[in-house]
């Protein structure tokens, strides 16, 4: 990128360069006459074509109509020497993290209030921000918080520096509809969803390469906050994963309902009751759900009594019965496995590991698992039906047989054994 220090743009020289980002360099420029100080944005593209002219000078005449507290204030625009720049109030720094770090939700709330607050006013108006990341939101020196780059991904489109969508925004913020080319005003409340969730946890949902983080975009659910973060409430976590909805239509309707959901769920986790003083009573408290079905909240409690012991057996067992109700096997799996490595002489453990590789298809590992829990306990008859059942589905009709007929003998009032070994006995085709 071609160095732009010392020259003049409008009324500004550049002094220092502050930065660079998708669409050009940003530097500290000083005005010529009174020396006051401003952030100048020189885009990449050069605007030769007066049609690319019309439409910079159309969009940026947009932004002028965008006054908001909450946005960073433009201060003027203009093309020198075919190099389209943008002048703004300079700001004290951006509220990019450092990695790994994680806000206290508090801070968060006055945040999101305030971004919400300035997207909100472009959606009024029909805009869509499209780069909504912390790196955009500035510091400002009267109102904490400034929203910049607005439209900038529409007016360096304007320029043609890009003309590639996945370009158009920032990958690891950036909502399914939008990396498909199809932003819309919900994109902005996804984007603003991921920057809620880093601040809170300090890493971002996805990871890996662009078209990586694309994917999971797409397809795949964001690991839980509530099992990163130490006493967060599933209802703060249930309103950041709503924004992150890959579906727009099953976000909040607007983003500032989005943050004003968010700061009453901060505010109703404040009222819990404080008597949860240690890893029994949360241990209580999750096995309690699971009875009453409160599985959310199952989940909740068992994460907070995870805290306070980490290797508590029965706080993990009251996780797995919840993932269990919502058929999560994967997670479920997670939880045996640390209840197993917590007490390996426990066959039920063993036998529930298996049902869930059992209902995730996975016969051959829920094999292993029963013949674990028939090594420790021989009369497991559950554990002889539950491997007659995968061996049926590997179409080992014989092994089948012998597993049903061990469980029938050892308990003949468990009725489903019998109808099993019919339908095994059919598909041998033989019957003694
Ligand atoms: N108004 C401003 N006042 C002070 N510093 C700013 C201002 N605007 C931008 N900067 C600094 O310049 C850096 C580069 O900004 P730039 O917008 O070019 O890139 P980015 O925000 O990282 O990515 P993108 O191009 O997607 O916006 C920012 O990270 C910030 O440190
Ligand atoms: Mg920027």
């Known amino acids: 990128m071609v160095d732009h220090l010392g020259e003049q743009f409008g009324d500004y020289r550049l002094t220092r360069k502050l930065g660079g980002g998708n669409f050009g360099d940003v530097y500290l420029g000083e005005h010529v006459k009174d020396k006051t100080p401003a952030a100048v944005k020189v885009l990449q593209e050069r605007l030769t074509h007066s049609e690319d002219l019309k439409e910079f000078i159309n969009e940026v005449r947009i932004l002028f109509r965008l006054q908001h507290p909450n946005i960073v204030p433009l201060l003027d625009f203009g093309i020198e020497r075919d190099i389209p720049f943008l002048i703004m109030a ?5 509220l990019r993290q450092p990695k790994g770090t994680c806000l206290p939700q508090d801070t968060v709330v006055g945040y999101i209030k305030q971004i919400a607050g300035a997207l909100q006013c472009a959606h009024d108006l029909k805009l869509i921000h499209r780069d909504v990341k912390p790196d955009n939101i500035l510091l400002g020196p009267t109102f904490p918080v400034w929203l910049s780059d607005f439209g900038i991904v529409s007016i360096a489109h304007s320029s043609r520096s890009l003309n590639t969508q996945i370009g158009a925004g920032t990958v690891p913020y950036m909502a399914p509809e939008q990396i498909q080319g199809k932003p819309r005003i919900a994109s902005d409340q996804y984007a603003l969803g991921v920057v809620v969730y880093e601040w809170i946890c300090g890493s971002r949902p996805f990871k890996g390469t662009a078209i990586e983080i694309a994917m999971q975009h797409s397809q795949a659910q964001p690991s839980s906050l509530c099992e990163q973060v130490p006493r967060l409430s ?11 909805a890959k579906d727009p239509k099953d976000r909040f309707t607007s983003v500032l309902e989005f943050a004003e959901a968010f700061a009453l769920s901060v505010e109703q986790s404040k009222l819990r009751p404080a008597h949860q003083e240690s890893e029994e009573q949360w241990v209580h408290e999750g096995a309690t759900h699971c009875e009453d079905g409160g599985i959310k909240e199952a989940i909740e409690a068992s994460n907070h009594a995870l805290q306070f012991d980490p290797s508590s057996a029965d706080a993990y067992n009251n996780r797995k019965l919840a993932y269990d109700n919502l058929k999560r096997y994967k997670r479920t799996i997670g939880d045996y496995d640390q209840a197993i490595a917590l007490n390996p002489q426990d066959a039920v453990g063993y036998y529930s590991r298996g049902i869930a590789y059992y209902e995730l298809k996975q016969y051959e590992r829920a094999i292993e698992d029963y013949y674990q829990a028939l090594t420790l306990n021989p009369h497991y008859a559950n ?7 995968c061996s049926y589905y590997l179409k080992n009709y014989w092994q089948a047989i012998q597993d049903f007929d061990c469980a029938l003998w050892l308990d003949p009032s468990i009725t489903w054994f ?6 095994a006995y059919s598909k041998r085709g033989w019957k003694p």
Do not use: N
């Open 418 to 423: 019998e109808f099993e070994r019919e339908d």
């Open 383 to 389: 554990a002889y039906g539950g491997r007659g059942l």
């Open 234 to 244: 599933s209802a703060v976590e249930q309103v950041v994963f709503k924004a992150l």
């Open 90 to 94: 300079h700001a004290k720094g951006t």
